[in-house]
């Protein structure tokens, strides 16, 4: 035990249904161990005596009346108000079966309008006849070229689209071309010219199927042709860096799945800048593969080995192909860094070790049951300088059907070509490529996709849907998905492949679908959504933050990263089933965070995931994560008309203070101030507002905790002399109510009103959302938290009178003996007069000789009789004194949770994950 100079004992006394740590240091002796002075029981005492004075203030509240006003709408005694609780496996089926329902339906749309696009597309390229010689203006005068990148919002047709969120035009198409390609030339002016034809088949797709968002086609030009035309906005710094080529939409449509093995040659000739440029080919080659593709990277010279397993750098050792997701890029790059080019060269043995590292995948592939790699391509892309040896007899042995094409990229400045490197690919169902200069390298990595594409032109049109991961859109500036389908050519004597055409649909349209108020009321305040992809990564969860733009790639999440308890086997299975397209569920004891407490307090909690695919044809799944105290969820029955019910009235002249959620009850009403949204609902109850297009389920569960609450709210009040200065309840139906002692100043009524309107939503209010979780693990429901106040920054006076709330969760049972959590009460109380209360006698009293502090849940100062440390409170007690912190956590005071904090990076070589602690 560690030895505190200045300090005679530390005893801990812990009273678990208040959540409060009683904590007494004794100074004035050097005592080296930990003593029994005072005693348990005396320390035992004080705490018995905080709560007996806490749960006398607290009786103001009068928390019976408040169940016995839910309970009396649940059981049908109160007139006009009725509920029901009911047992969620009794309705998650119809809420997942209702979602799967919707999104399939977005999908199936999404799918219809490319495929009859698609078909158009390839009509119309077949019709058209290729013209040798073109001139720029005759695509520009006749709106075949609308340059998105000069289009602005005050061009001809544009208007703001609700939909979209943007100033577009329904009347044309805008294009966009990367800076690196002249739009002059005849390739660029031929797509433009047949390409402008699709303007007419997007505008009846749209008239056909409004719930469409963008559709585009990208050439493999370089070509974006983008409907409705929209602005592209690039405002310094940044720069437009933008292909279509190389974005997950159009890499995914264009080519299978692939198994990618790049051959490094680092032989000594490369020292210099060819080896730079090799390293940077690499990077952008990188950037042409997603998750659905599987990549390691092998050298030579005078021996051969993976790039990975060479060095000592800050990278992991990868002995295999792996997922080309962002956090695997990131580790070859850093091993890449480290690359240097040096002695004879050996590409035999490079070659071996390629194949051997293909025998050894195909192996694994084949043992596995999670369907790891793919079996579309095999590719082999070799970079190197000057002339090689044919090696003819490698292939022959391992390669001799060229089951595995070989790519090859000659570097450096041009001469006489090396027939050796373009043998290779010739021979091998590869092509060859020359990379002279930097300049060169972003077109020259992108055209082995062409090559790749052909194979999809032999296969059912219908077979080459791709669904893509979430992204980060160009135009919408937001996580999206798209389906996309390749466009060939077929008029001529084999196909050749034109590009791939799209559409997209934004990730929080998804997710509102999903997070509807009726799916919100079954899995409550702390439950939440989300959805994964093919690959186990997500499209939404509350714990994956989106930050990145177009130009970098949006970081992966996967499932593992964000779920609490990533290293669980019941995580493992519950990402395959979903993964699988599987249904059903799977109940898991796991931690959570609150987000809006910056992640300060941890808490136990067991959850339920129900889960189900969309379908085979589209390869998302959807879950709906329930904790366990929510698996009661109430329904409305029936509300009172509130022409002239007094429940309805939110404006009186009372000394209270009311806040509604800002939800969207009624269209605008999220963006209404609350003295706005007061009025507006005041009026809406009363039945004056006939036009108004509503949310019924949030309106009347609104209404319904009105009702429950009434009676209550006319007879709580304070005592002659409170301690306590403020009583609140807080309700899952969006009601927050607060009375204030007569004594209470402007000022620091004003101040609380200002607080709590900034925490008006309920269920993101931390005395909701903390108070379910806790109390599922404590042996009583009538136990109270404690909410530290803010940590003065500096800004508050030393003088400054700091508020602290306690609070207990309202429990409520009906006759069939399911319970429900239906919302928070609490008073807050002026922290100086209560302190004046609990420590106005016995060993707390005298400061001198002994520091006494009370401790939250989360170890966040709540109070002490410490004068001089009064501006700490609110502070973790790890920051006022490490070791004590230490030592209970050593004795289980506390416990210790380290958990992921995920976000998107805009930096390519930013962290994949940031761990937390708490």
């Known amino acids: 035990m560690t030895e505190r100079p200045n300090m005679a004992a530390s005893i801990l006394a812990i009273y678990s249904p208040v959540k409060l740590v009683v904590l007494l240091l004794v100074n004035g002796l050097f005592l080296p161990q930990y003593l029994a002075f005072p005693n348990p029981s005396e320390v035992k005492a004080k705490a018995d005596e905080i709560i007996d004075e806490i749960s006398e203030q607290f009786s103001v509240v009068k928390y019976s009346d408040i169940q016995a006003g839910f309970t009396s709408c649940l059981d049908g005694d109160t007139e006009n108000f009725e509920g029901k609780l009911v047992d969620i496996d009794d309705v998650i089926d119809d809420a997942l079966a209702t979602i799967v329902e919707e999104w399939d339906l977005k999908f199936a749309n999404m799918r219809l309008a490319i495929s009859k696009v698609t078909s158009m597309a390839q009509e119309i390229a077949g019709d058209y006849e290729y013209v040798s010689y073109m001139k720029k203006e005759a695509v520009e005068e006749s709106y075949m070229y609308v340059d998105a990148k000069k289009l602005n919002d005050t061009a001809e047709g544009m208007e703001y689209d ?167 890029k990131l580790n070859f790059r850093a091993a890449l860094d480290e690359l240097t080019a040096e002695g004879t060269d050996n590409i035999e043995d490079g070659f071996n070790l390629a194949f051997d590292e293909f025998d050894e995948f195909m192996a694994i592939e084949d043992d596995s049951e999670y ?80 090559v790749l594409s052909r194979p999809l032109a032999l296969t059912h049109p219908e077979a080459n849907y791709m669904w893509s991961e979430s992204y980060f859109d160009a135009t919408f500036l937001k996580l999206v998905v798209s389906v996309t389908l390749p466009v060939f050519n077929f008029s001529g004597d084999y196909p050749t492949f034109l590009g791939v055409t799209g559409t997209d649909i934004p990730i929080d349209t998804l997710y509102d679908y999903a997070a509807s108020s009726d799916n919100k009321f079954l899995y409550g305040p702390n439950g939440y959504t989300f959805s994964l992809d093919y690959n186990g990564y997500v499209l939404f969860h509350p714990r994956a933050n989106a930050m990145s733009s177009y130009i970098s790639p949006t970081q992966i999440i996967d499932l593992l990263d964000v779920e609490l308890e990533p290293e669980s086997d019941d995580i493992l299975e519950l990402r395959k089933s979903m993964i699988d397209q599987e249904d059903g569920s799977k109940t898991l004891d796991t931690i959570t965070v609150h987000p809006h407490l910056d992640g300060r307090y941890v808490t136990n909690i067991t959850l339920t995931y129900y889960y189900d695919g969309v379908n085979e044809e589209v390869p998302y799944s959807i879950a709906l994560a329930i904790p366990s105290y929510s698996s009661n969820p109430l329904d409305v029955i029936s509300v009172s008309d509130g022409s002239d019910d007094p429940a309805y009235v939110l404006i009186d002249s009372y000394d209270d203070l009311v806040y509604l959620s800002p939800w969207e009850y009624c269209n ?88 709590w309107t900034d925490r008006r939503d309920t269920w993101t209010n931390e005395y909701f959302t903390r108070s379910m979780d806790v109390q599922q693990f404590t042996d009583t429901v009538d136990g109270f938290l404690f909410m530290a106040v803010t940590y003065n920054d500096g800004t508050q006076s030393s003088d400054y009178d700091f508020p602290l709330s306690v609070f207990t969760p309202i429990q409520v049972e009906d006759n069939d003996g399911l319970t429900h959590f239906v919302g928070v009460a609490g008073v807050i109380f002026n922290n100086s007069r209560l302190e004046e209360d609990l420590f106005v006698d016995g060993i707390c009293s005298k400061p001198d000789e002994a520091k006494c502090y009370l401790l939250d849940d989360g170890a966040f100062l709540v109070m002490t009789n410490q004068d001089d440390e009064t ?40 962290p994949p994950r940031l761990p937390g602690y708490q």
Not at 270 to 278: R, W
Not at 703 to 723: E, I, N, Q, R, S
Not at 732 to 749: A, P, Q
């Open 162 to 328: 609700d939909k979209l969120g943007k100033t577009v035009s329904y009347d044309y198409s805008s294009v966009h071309i990367p800076v690196e390609i002249y739009d002059g030339g005849v390739d660029i002016l031929n797509d433009l010219y047949w390409s402008s034809n699709l303007d007419e088949v997007w505008k009846e797709q749209v008239e056909t199927l409004p719930d469409l968002y963008y559709m585009y086609f990208g050439s493999h030009t370089g070509m974006l042709r983008l409907y409705p035309a929209t602005p592209f906005d690039i405002e310094p710094p940044e720069y437009d860096l933008y292909d279509c080529r190389r974005r997950p939409w159009y890499i995914q449509g264009a080519a299978s799945p692939k198994n990618m093995f790049i051959l490094i040659d680092k032989s000594g000739s490369l020292y210099g800048l060819n080896l730079e440029l090799i390293k940077q080919s690499v990077i952008d080659l990188m950037d042409t593969l997603q998750p659905n593709d599987y990549l390691n990277i092998g050298f030579f010279n005078k021996s051969a080995d993976l790039i990975t397993c060479l060095g000592t750098g800050n990278y992991r050792c990868i002995k295999t192909f792996v997922q080309a997701n962002n956090e695997n």
């Open 668 to 755: 605008g009403t999220s963006d209404m101030d609350n003295d706005e949204l007061l009025t507006y609902m005041e009026t809406l109850m009363s039945g004056s507002c006939d036009d108004c297009t509503c949310d019924t389920t949030l309106v009347n569960r609104l209404k319904f905790d009105l009702g429950c609450t009434y009676d209550w709210w006319g007879t709580v009040m304070f005592g002659d002399d409170p301690a306590p200065f403020f009583i609140f309840l807080i309700t899952e139906g969006g009601l927050t109510r607060m009375l204030y002692d007569s004594s209470v100043s402007d000022d620091y009524k004003d101040m609380i009103d200002a607080e």
């Open 871 to 910: 501006s700490e409170l609110g502070k973790f007690f790890g920051d006022i004194d490490v070791v004590l912190m230490e030592d209970m956590y050593e004795n289980n005071v506390y416990t210790s949770h380290q958990y992921p904090s995920v976000k998107y990076y805009l930096s390519p070589t930013g």
């Open 371 to 450: 369907n790891i790699g793919s079996d579309c391509n095999q590719i082999i892309m070799l970079f190197t300088d000057g002339d090689k040896e044919k090696t003819a007899n490698v292939f022959q042995e391992r390669n001799p059907n060229a089951t595995i094409r070989v790519f090859s990229y000659w570097i450096g400045p041009p001469t006489t070509a090396s027939e050796a490197i373009l043998w290779m690919a010739c021979n091998n169902l590869g092509y060859f490529h020359h990379i002279p200069t930097k300049e060169s390298i972003r077109q020259q990595t992108l055209k082995y996709i062409d």
